[in-house]
């Protein structure tokens, strides 16, 4: 490269006299050396290229220095310092020569840095302007690579060796890491070493140099590739992790058998906790390569195991793998959040974790004992307490103590904040309180907390795949409640599964399945057999206690489609404290209870008793009582109102059930809590085909606006169907042929054989005058009978 390219801006720097000291500073193939050559020749010089100068070395009072890369700190003896008229040295950035002081301020100096060596378009005019455009478009204007501009030098292959052993040669391990990671993502802040190497025009503009950057990439990761010492992989582990990349950094020592270092950077990135700011796949698949002597000598890959089987759903063996490490007695909570326990903090903080996958419920004891744990956290440990009060608004939302559950909510996100921010965590708190909202009957703050919660997952930088899940479930719900119902019935036969097979939190679960099963009974209220909801909870663990809450809703999915007798045996076969004959003369006891499945329990035989109304003169007196239960929540208000207004219109009292039902209609409207309405429609409708009661209530704005969304959602694809003459099974399989449910699929859902399923599709087809699936489906789209 030295005699093709003339650069006299540079070369006429030799007759500059205003300096003594000349210093051509830049890393390697930044053409230094070609320069200080012509510039040697310009003054009739040879270049030195000694270790150490010596007086003979000077031509004409002149040093011309090139120093060998492999020096790093050299000195000049005053003797050649003395006698020299001029010094011109060509090192890199890392190089240092020291004895030049005097020289530099008595006789001046002048620094070319790597912006100052690049090619310019003076430097370039003699150039076919192709070239120029090469030179300074493709290659940065970085003079090593002029001979690949001009089309006469090396191979891609040659190119990255060059980079490899001029440019990188001497990189520690850890600084080539660090060039590696901004090469991958150069839109990162550049790091310090990769400003003494790299092209200047790169460094400020990498997206204008692809082949470029791809070259330097390839180089850097052959050249991490080649080191195979274990201080080498602990100095590149070390960069990794100080960049944020904790898993590639224990991936890379695991592969190389360096556990006790890889478990270090676990411990040290918070174990478990590391789950949420990572790729879930990712984590797994790493802490899953520990061996099992490591897993038992370390509680911090104990635990962060278990919390990636929890997200999985595994329940069991998460038990299994900590009865088997840390003893039997560590399955008792009571056991190990005791004072004095014998386990670690760490063990404990984790015992409250699996607390809420095993779905229990505090009593108050419990929560008082939580408290005296509390104590034991450091003050400034604000992930701790934030995994605190997530916890304790997981338990306050089963104890239906809804205001002490936003208070914990409240408390989470402070800490989350304090510690800088956490988007996947602070999605979970709004998630829960997406849920909190919407099961206590407030559909109006619920979805503020749900916007909350997606600009909070669409922060975080991994893939979130279930959590996203989630939040459209949530979403769905929240759709529900202003009376469009397609999303729900969209997700629960397109996504439950997987939703229910991931780690779903209990509260999470109880709000699913009853927004779920809803969507099944409003949409299929003919098909109800036996285990009709097993395909909303059949993947989940036998330690979560949702039983009773499917066969209740069991029950609830009979009444609604007039089967009485069989709802009745539904519900006296579910196993609780109370039975039917209890609840019949209970009055002031139901003021009282808290439990979830209890109350449901008791307004689903309450629900029947207003169905059946017998001339019990303290019937509204137990609805009244349970309107008075301070865990009742107000959706189950809106329900009670509306029952005590469906008993007083069957009794008559004209007032009583104007009170009631305006008293309904305006909670609803005021919550935004309108799907309750659709679900009690079985009472509400007859009271509004009362033109008196009817024309009372509608005097009211609000009232008008909740009666609309009811109307519509009474007049919902399903129902229009109905009307236009399909039977109950044939509309069944329209909306599941809309869905994209296969034949196979639809006999599996209604428990029923293919060849039915294609006889019921045959006259469906018939009614609808077209011979194939797609024609009907676009005939039924066309009529609004599916949307």
């Given at each position: 490269?030295?005699?093709?390219?003339?650069?006299?801006?540079?070369?006429?720097?030799?007759?500059?006299?205003?300096?003594?000291?000349?210093?051509?500073?830049?890393?390697?193939?930044?053409?230094?050396?070609?320069?200080?050559?012509?510039?040697?020749?310009?003054?009739?010089?040879?270049?030195?290229?000694?270790?150490?100068?010596?007086?003979?070395?000077?031509?004409?009072?002149?040093?011309?220095?090139?120093?060998?890369?492999?020096?790093?700190?050299?000195?000049?003896?005053?003797?050649?310092?003395?006698?020299?008229?001029?010094?011109?040295?060509?090192?890199?950035?890392?190089?240092?020569?020291?004895?030049?002081?005097?020289?530099?301020?008595?006789?001046?100096?002048?620094?070319?840095?790597?912006?100052?060596?690049?090619?310019?378009?003076?430097?370039?005019?003699?150039?076919?302007?192709?070239?120029?455009?090469?030179?300074?478009?493709?290659?940065?204007?970085?003079?090593?690579?002029?001979?690949?501009?001009?089309?006469?030098?090396?191979?891609?292959?040659?190119?990255?060796?060059?980079?490899?052993?001029?440019?990188?040669?001497?990189?520690?391990?850890?600084?080539?890491?660090?060039?590696?990671?901004?090469?991958?993502?150069?839109?990162?802040?550049?790091?310090?070493?990769?400003?003494?190497?790299?092209?200047?025009?790169?460094?400020?503009?990498?997206?204008?140099?692809?082949?470029?950057?791809?070259?330097?990439?390839?180089?850097?990761?052959?050249?991490?590739?080649?080191?195979?010492?274990?201080?080498?992989?602990?100095?590149?582990?070390?960069?990794?992790?100080?960049?944020?990349?904790?898993?590639?950094?224990?991936?890379?020592?695991?592969?190389?058998?360096?556990?006790?270092?890889?478990?270090?950077?676990?411990?040290?990135?918070?174990?478990?906790?590391?789950?949420?700011?990572?790729?879930?796949?990712?984590?797994?698949?790493?802490?899953?390569?520990?061996?099992?002597?490591?897993?038992?000598?370390?509680?911090?890959?104990?635990?962060?195991?278990?919390?990636?089987?929890?997200?999985?759903?595994?329940?069991?063996?998460?038990?299994?793998?900590?009865?088997?490490?840390?003893?039997?007695?560590?399955?008792?909570?009571?056991?190990?959040?005791?004072?004095?326990?014998?386990?670690?903090?760490?063990?404990?903080?984790?015992?409250?974790?699996?607390?809420?996958?095993?779905?229990?419920?505090?009593?108050?004891?419990?929560?008082?004992?939580?408290?005296?744990?509390?104590?034991?956290?450091?003050?400034?440990?604000?992930?701790?307490?934030?995994?605190?009060?997530?916890?304790?608004?997981?338990?306050?939302?089963?104890?239906?103590?809804?205001?002490?559950?936003?208070?914990?909510?409240?408390?989470?996100?402070?800490?989350?904040?304090?510690?800088?921010?956490?988007?996947?965590?602070e999605f979970f708190i709004h998630l829960h309180q997406t849920v909190l909202r919407l099961?206590?009957?407030?559909?109006?703050?619920?979805?503020?907390?749900?916007?909350?919660?997606?600009?909070?997952?669409?922060?975080?930088?991994?893939?979130?795949?279930?959590?996203?899940?989630?939040?459209?479930?949530?979403?769905?719900?929240?759709?529900?409640?202003?009376?469009?119902?397609?999303?729900?019935?969209?997700?629960?036969?397109?996504?439950?599964?997987?939703?229910?097979?991931?780690?779903?939190?209990?509260?999470?679960?109880?709000?699913?399945?009853?927004?779920?099963?809803?969507?099944?009974?409003?949409?299929?209220?003919m098909g109800v057999r036996p285990g009709f909801l097993d395909g909303l909870w059949i993947?989940?663990?036998?330690?979560?206690?949702?039983?009773?809450?499917?066969?209740?809703?069991?029950?609830?999915?009979?009444?609604?489609?007039?089967?009485?007798?069989?709802?009745?045996?539904?519900?006296?076969?579910?196993?609780?404290?109370?039975?039917?004959?209890?609840?019949?003369?209970?009055?002031?006891?139901?003021?009282?209870?808290?439990?979830?499945?209890?109350?449901?329990?008791?307004?689903?035989?309450?629900?029947?008793?207003?169905?059946?109304?017998?001339?019990?003169?303290?019937?509204?007196?137990?609805?009244?009582?349970?309107?008075?239960?301070?865990?009742?929540?107000?959706?189950?208000?809106?329900?009670?109102?509306?029952?005590?207004?469906?008993?007083?219109?069957?009794?008559?009292?004209?007032?009583?059930?104007?009170?009631?039902?305006?008293?309904?209609?305006?909670?609803?409207?005021?919550?935004?809590?309108?799907?309750?309405?659709?679900?009690?429609?079985?009472?509400?409708?007859?009271?509004?085909?009362?033109?008196?009661?009817?024309?009372?209530?509608?005097?009211?704005?609000?009232?008008?606006?909740?009666?609309?969304?009811?109307?519509?959602?009474?007049?919902?694809?399903?129902?229009?169907?109905?009307?236009?003459?399909?039977?109950?099974?044939?509309?069944?399989?329209?909306?599941?042929?809309?869905?994209?449910?296969?034949?196979?699929?639809?006999?599996?859902?209604?428990?029923?054989?293919?060849?039915?399923?294609?006889?019921?599709?045959?006259?469906?087809?018939?009614?609808?005058?077209?011979?194939?699936?797609?024609?009907?489906?676009?005939?039924?789209?066309?009529?609004?009978?599916?949307?």
């Open positions: 490269m030295d005699m093709l390219l003339d650069r006299p801006r540079l070369r006429r720097l030799m007759t500059d006299g205003n300096h003594r000291v000349l210093l051509l500073q830049a890393g390697a193939g930044a053409g230094k050396s070609v320069l200080l050559r012509q510039m040697a020749e310009d003054a009739g010089a040879r270049v030195c290229t000694a270790l150490h100068p010596q007086q003979a070395d000077l031509e004409g009072g002149m040093l011309f220095w090139d120093l060998p890369r492999k020096a790093r700190s050299l000195r000049l003896s005053d003797a050649v310092i003395d006698n020299a008229e001029r010094i011109v040295i060509a090192c890199r950035p890392q190089q240092k020569v020291t004895g030049l002081a005097r020289a530099k301020l008595h006789g001046g100096c002048r620094v070319l840095l790597a912006e100052d060596l690049s090619f310019n378009d003076e430097d370039l005019i003699t150039l076919p302007p192709q070239t120029q455009r090469a030179v300074l478009e493709t290659y940065a204007g970085w003079p090593a690579f002029l001979r690949l501009a001009l089309g006469d030098g090396e191979d891609d292959g040659s190119l990255v060796d060059y980079c490899r052993e001029a440019l990188f040669d001497h990189l520690t391990p850890g600084d080539m890491a660090a060039l590696s990671l901004w090469l991958k993502a150069p839109d990162q802040p550049v790091p310090a070493i990769a400003a003494t190497l790299m092209p200047p025009r790169l460094l400020a503009e990498p997206d204008r140099y692809p082949v470029l950057v791809e070259t330097l990439r390839r180089a850097s990761g052959e050249s991490l590739a080649a080191y195979v010492s274990p201080t080498a992989l602990k100095d590149i582990a070390s960069t990794l992790e100080q960049s944020g990349q904790v898993l590639a950094a224990m991936n890379l020592l695991l592969d190389h058998g360096l556990e006790a270092q890889a478990a270090a950077i676990l411990e040290r990135a918070d174990g478990r906790d590391l789950i949420y700011r990572s790729s879930l796949a990712e984590f797994q698949d790493i802490v899953l390569r520990f061996s099992h002597e490591s897993v038992a000598e370390n509680e911090t890959i104990l635990f962060a195991i278990c919390r990636a089987l929890m997200k999985q759903g595994e329940l069991h063996r998460v038990r299994h793998l900590l009865s088997k490490h840390l003893g039997l007695d560590y399955l008792d909570p009571m056991k190990v959040l005791v004072k004095g326990s014998r386990f670690s903090f760490a063990a404990r903080t984790f015992r409250l974790n699996l607390m809420i996958s095993e779905d229990l419920t505090p009593n108050d004891a419990m929560i008082e004992r939580l408290a005296e744990f509390m104590a034991d956290y450091p003050l400034g440990e604000h992930g701790k307490w934030a995994a605190y009060y997530n916890a304790l608004l997981e338990f306050e939302i089963r104890r239906r103590n809804f205001r002490e559950a936003e208070a914990a909510a409240a408390r989470a996100l402070i800490y989350l904040k304090k510690m800088g921010g956490q988007p996947l965590l099961m206590s009957g407030d559909a109006l703050l619920a979805r503020k907390a749900a916007q909350d919660a997606r600009v909070r997952l669409e922060q975080v930088p991994h893939p979130a795949d279930a959590e996203f899940r989630m939040l459209r479930l949530a979403e769905a719900c929240l759709d529900y409640e202003v009376g469009r119902q397609r999303a729900l019935l969209q997700f629960v036969q397109n996504e439950f599964e997987e939703f229910a097979a991931a780690e779903i939190w209990p509260s999470l679960m109880q709000f699913a399945l009853h927004y779920a099963a809803q969507a099944l009974i409003d949409h299929f209220p993947h989940l663990s036998d330690g979560l206690q949702f039983h009773a809450m499917m066969e209740i809703r069991t029950a609830i999915a009979y009444q609604n489609a007039g089967r009485w007798r069989e709802a009745a045996a539904t519900l006296s076969a579910i196993r609780m404290p109370m039975g039917k004959h209890w609840i019949d003369s209970a009055v002031e006891d139901l003021t009282r209870f808290s439990r979830r499945d209890e109350i449901a329990y008791v307004m689903a035989w309450f629900r029947e008793a207003v169905h059946l109304w017998t001339p019990r003169p303290y019937l509204a007196r137990q609805l009244e009582a349970l309107i008075a239960n301070p865990k009742v929540t107000h959706r189950e208000r809106v329900a009670l109102e509306i029952w005590l207004g469906y008993t007083a219109h069957q009794r008559r009292e004209t007032a009583a059930a104007r009170s009631h039902l305006l008293s309904a209609l305006e909670s609803a409207h005021r919550l935004g809590c309108h799907g309750v309405l659709s679900e009690e429609r079985l009472f509400l409708s007859p009271l509004l085909e009362s033109r008196t009661l009817r024309a009372f209530v509608e005097t009211s704005v609000g009232v008008r606006s909740a009666l609309a969304i009811f109307t519509s959602s009474l007049n919902s694809p399903h129902a229009r169907a109905l009307k236009g003459g399909l039977s109950q099974r044939e509309a069944q399989m329209l909306q599941l042929a809309a869905g994209g449910l296969s034949n196979k699929r639809i006999a599996a859902t209604l428990n029923i054989s293919e060849v039915t399923v294609k006889y019921h599709l045959g006259n469906l087809y018939r009614k609808l005058g077209c011979n194939r699936r797609a024609e009907a489906l676009r005939a039924a789209m066309a009529l609004g009978w599916i949307s």
